[in-house]
């Protein structure tokens, strides 16, 4: 059984820095794409960032670029995103999700619609 369980959310000031985790199991942690979306109130799912546990490709969303940091211990098959520099408008729920390094493309990566498995979403809240 596939589970994804997000942690590290939590309430911090603008320019604060959080740490996300997404710990995996039940499935070949390798060979596989975690993303990171949020959702924020009354607004659309959308992707923050993905790595390809395969090779470790790294990929971001522009409104993260240059702030979020995505990475992966596959000995542990925990992946982080850590986010500097944070704006009220990263205020949202984030999820860590999963996909077969083979059903995404370049251009697909970051979109949600492809992500077989999800996790429960960690809340994550920045006041200015």
């Known amino acids: 059984e596939v589970q994804l369980v997000e942690s590290g959310g939590g309430l911090v000031q603008t320019g604060g820095s959080l740490r996300l985790s997404c710990a995996a199991s039940?499935?070949?942690?390798?060979?596989?794409?975690i993303g990171w979306f949020r959702q924020a109130p009354g607004k659309v799912r959308e992707g923050v960032s993905a790595i390809a546990n395969s090779d470790g490709s790294t990929y971001y969303a522009d409104s993260v670029k240059g702030r979020f940091t995505i990475s992966s211990d596959n000995a542990k098959k925990t992946v982080y995103l850590q986010m500097n520099s944070l704006k009220p408008e990263d205020t949202a729920d984030y999820y860590c999700?999963?996909?077969?390094?083979?059903?995404?493309?370049?251009?697909?990566?970051?979109?949600?619609?492809?992500?077989?498995?999800w996790g429960q979403g960690t809340q994550v809240s920045v006041s200015s």
């Open positions: 999700a999963a996909v077969p390094v083979s059903y995404v493309t370049i251009t697909t990566i970051l979109q949600k619609r492809w992500y077989t498995d």
């Open positions: 039940g499935f070949a942690f390798a060979d596989y794409v």
